[in-house]
């Protein structure tokens, strides 16, 4: 058998080539651009079909180096802790504040659905939350980070499986989100928003345009979490065992709302943007990275774990969202969005709304809520969620 060690060098640059071929693909592949499948999980995807072959032919074998996909994936979830404004999410008004604490309530519900049933199925429980809120309420952002923490801990082919719970996650959010929200309109009797009943809303302030030095000091600003943020981890870790990433997560947020406090700009667009692009190059290197075979023995636990996540988000979406958050016909496209997110991500929330409010009517409310739990809170909180259970079990 030919075997092949890649290194660093290599392997970002195999990394970034999936992504350009990943692009390509979704670009001349309508569906995929319909459920927001990204570029990278396109192309890492189609490269691990490729060492699942030559690992069942027994005819080649790679193996690559991780170092930066680990500082890749550290950087992403640093720049996700920089929008953790607490004066932001106060100002979002209670609605927001309830929302997420009804998207946390879902995250726990999912890990414990996802242990009970690794538990019948007499599997490790950790597997269970490798395909609970890691993947589903996580994404694929948190999937490639925590599949390798689940593993060291002893769930063999946890990173498989939270990778393809995170893609299925992606199209099932969206397929139950729309028929949730008819139902919901129809039985409550409820009625859109015209554009008449809302005024026009200006601009708001004007962002600072970007330039090299904006671009360079978020760069650096990351780097500085980063580092202050490994130093937090190590002290936290003497009392519990935490991903590596949690710590400059916490130094991000730290730093973002004293400069909240004392009335100072961080550049949160050049942070956002530095963000992603760590983000897309780690999900690439950590999709062409999967070990397929490992899902073999987990096919059927697995389906039966995703089926039963997809119907009770459905419920729950139904019988919770929606009552909470007001029983009217914003909460039933919240509650639409939430399907979105609470199974896939962000994108697939705002997809669902989209297309929902063009057919009922507009709704501000949960373009405002869900967009701002979504993208900047519902992270942060999951990571802590997941964390808890991991050392549980």
């Known amino acids: 058998m030919f075997e092949y060690q890649f290194n660093m060098s290599e392997t970002l640059a ?14 001349k592949i309508s569906l995929l651009e319909k459920y927001f499948i990204p570029a990278p999980v396109i192309g890492g995807f189609l490269f691990s079909l490729v060492t699942l072959f030559g690992y069942t032919s027994e005819s080649f074998v790679f193996s690559f180096d991780s170092t ?22 106060l100002n979002g008004g209670i609605s ?6 009804i998207a946390g309530t879902l995250a726990i519900i999912q890990n ?6 690794a538990q019948v199925f007499n599997i490790n429980p950790l597997l269970g939350i490798a395909a609970g809120s890691v993947p589903l309420t996580g994404g694929h952002g948190t999937a490639g980070a925590f599949g390798p923490v689940l593993e060291a801990a002893g ?10 719970s995170a893609t299925y996650g992606l199209v099932a ?12 309109m129809v039985h409550y009797r409820l009625v859109g928003h015209s554009k008449e009943e809302f005024l026009s809303v200006g601009d708001g302030d004007i962002e600072a ?3 090299e030095a904006s671009i360079t000091r978020s760069v650096f600003i990351i780097v500085l979490a980063m580092g202050g943020g490994i130093i937090i981890g190590k002290f936290i870790n003497t009392f519990i065992t935490l991903p590596i990433y949690i710590g400059p ?83 039933a496209v919240i509650s639409t969005g939430h399907c979105g997110f609470g199974l896939g991500a962000t994108p697939n929330a705002m997809a669902n709304m989209e297309t929902f409010t063009a057919a009922n009517g507009l709704s501000p409310k949960a373009f405002f809520v869900i967009p701002l739990v979504g993208a900047l809170f519902i992270d942060f909180v999951n990571a802590l969620i997941i964390t808890f259970f991991i050392n549980l079990f």
């Open 96 to 101: 927001v504040i309830i929302f997420l604490a």
């Open 173 to 184: 959010g969206c397929v139950i989100g729309g028929p949730i929200g008819k139902k919901l």
């Open 14 to 27: 195999i990394g970034v080539v999936l992504l350009f071929i990943g692009q390509f693909i979704k670009s």
């Open 249 to 331: 997560m916490l130094a991000a947020a730290l730093i973002r709302n004293i400069t909240d406090i004392q009335n100072k700009n961080l550049p949160m667009a050049e942070i956002t943007i530095t963000g992603n692009v760590a983000l897309s190059i780690f999900l690439s290197i950590a999709l062409m990275t999967m070990r397929l075979w490992d899902l073999a023995s987990l096919a059927i636990p697995l389906i039966v774990i995703l089926l039963t996540q997809t119907i009770f988000m459905a419920f729950f979406a139904y019988f919770i969202t929606f009552q909470i958050m007001g029983r009217d016909y914003d909460a």
């Open 155 to 164: 769930a063999v082919g946890a990173s498989s499986v939270a990778i393809a």
């Open 68 to 89: 930066l996909k680990d500082l890749l994936m550290t950087a992403f979830f640093t720049s996700v802790g920089f929008m953790a404004s607490f004066r932001i999410l």
């Open 209 to 211: 345009p970007m330039t």
């Open 112 to 117: 414990i659905i996802g242990i009970s049933l």
